[in-house]
């Protein structure tokens, strides 16, 4: 029988990384011999996490043929790796576009992070927390929920976190800061990088979208290579032949986005009732693509 | 705000009505205001089931317009009660095709019935289970595990059904045989309503394929009434123009189906490695239509 891996979405995060490590660890526990996989390459800010807690990167898995796989932190055919399998589970808090053959083991909720709906699993079948494991969900956590800042943030990823760290025992915020600041150096990193490496692919009614985000302490500096941005956005856009190119450069003290936008300017625009023209627009309190961005997008295309 | 109504799927049996009744009872312990629903007409194992613990049949929805749902024991869309109307959680235990552009909670989980899972998050919150309530839960695992004689049915099943029982009191295989028998009463009901009252329509690669299922304790003498069968077939074949109807007449003691086709009788037949060309065949072990004959089905479309 083909071997069975715990996956997180492409251009993984922290979320989908940690998720994919402690779910294998949580089925371990209940007997079932599983491995955790990325499909590709780690950010920054997790390489920062999986040094700071003693793992190693996950396996790479570039195509899924003849392998199962059970699917944290997404679920979408767009953001799962390629090729012809069998999934056995998935474990996620995105929106649902999933169908199956079979009945299968699908747990989704409306939350901040996979990492809380794993942490819970632990807790209800009271199952042993290692410190490192905790320290991993903790970061998968805050790392997701933008410290707790994002609107997607819900009283149940707080009372989670709370008492992981009961566990962890870490300085969240400080902790939070450092993964964020680590995550968002961009010095020596290509613009291309920058823009594609959180980025999604959608089908909105046919139309081929691809939304980056960039998150910063500070957006100031960055937003005064607004030229080399639209540059890069254009060859990426001709590249990959997407209908629309959106980069969300979000400023997690300000919380709030400035919108780059190559491509259906007028119905992105009207997403978020602004003008978009110039390609470019400040969206006061937007921080989520899952939660404002991508909904908004929705409605309009 | 539109109301929120608790609903199962068309055609519902005992596992939708159940599961609408104590699943509604569950989140109004959990503070929230909701109603059980019903999208058709009970069947007469669960009118016996709904008398017997003092129940009265949810609420008729015939269009859900205008209305919020939180959908048990089903998630496709062909299952579903018409309408366009938004969807706040799933709870099921069925294949899925579901998309949603918002991230809602679904727990759908690979075990005998819906009431199963039910039954477990009343344990797993630790919330009171009226004697009632338990009754309800315990008919729907008896009802759609065949008394615990499907393949569909789990240790997991079993588990939960004892603990219920230690509230319910009953005994388990005189109760479901009871069911069973009142569901089975075929005296004075019409051929039609025999072939529909228990089916499901499937799009199988653009065919329009409904599957029909009899469950009784003794099929010989119902399979005396052979051109009878066939012949209401084909009037509901034309009338509701189906690619292919088939028709599962199970026998509960004998643990296997007899199978009627009308309608691409050779992928039928190739689906269980059978000649359908005479348009019936008996299939020993086949009692599911959801494990067995759907994904057989959807393997040869």
Redesign the interface.
């Given at each position: 029988m083909a071997e069975t891996y715990v996956i997180g979405h492409k251009n993984p995060d922290t979320d989908s990384i940690c998720s994919a490590i402690t779910y294998s660890h949580f089925l371990k526990l209940n007997g079932r011999e599983v491995k955790p996989a990325r499909v590709g390459e780690i950010n920054s800010e997790t390489k920062f996490v999986l040094e700071k807690f003693g793992y190693e990167k996950p396996e790479l898995i570039e195509d899924g043929t003849r392998k199962r796989f059970i699917l944290v932190d997404h679920n979408e055919e767009g953001q799962r790796v390629s090729g012809d399998y069998e999934i056995l589970e998935i474990i996620?808090?995105?929106?649902?576009?999933?169908?199956?053959?079979?009945?299968?083991?699908?747990?989704?909720?409306?939350i901040g992070s996979t990492c809380t709906i794993i942490a819970e699993m632990f807790f209800?079948n009271e199952l042993d927390i290692p410190k490192d494991i905790a320290g991993l969900l903790l970061s998968g956590i805050l790392s997701d929920t933008v410290i707790f800042k994002s609107p997607t943030t819900t009283e149940k990823d707080k009372e989670i976190a709370e008492r992981l760290n009961k566990i962890a025992d870490l300085n969240l915020v400080e902790h939070g800061k450092e993964m964020k600041k680590k995550g968002a150096e961009i010095e020596g990193v290509s613009m291309k990088e920058l823009i594609l490496r959180d980025s999604k692919e959608y089908d909105f009614n046919g139309k081929k979208v691809c939304i980056g985000q960039l998150e910063l302490v500070d957006t100031e500096e960055f937003l005064t290579r607004k030229e080399k941005i639209f540059e890069t956005m254009k060859s990426i856009k001709e590249e990959k032949s997407y209908d629309s190119l959106v980069f969300a450069v979000t400023d997690v003290m300000k919380e709030g986005s400035t919108l780059f936008c190559l491509g259906e300017e007028e119905n992105v625009g009207k997403a978020f009732e602004t003008d978009l023209s110039s390609g470019k627009a400040y969206l006061e309190g937007v921080m989520s693509r899952?939660?404002q961005i991508v909904?908004a997008l929705?409605k309009v295309f």
């Open positions: 996620d808090h995105h929106k649902f576009d999933f169908s199956s053959s079979n009945p299968i083991f699908i747990l989704n909720k409306p209800e899952k939660k909904p929705e």
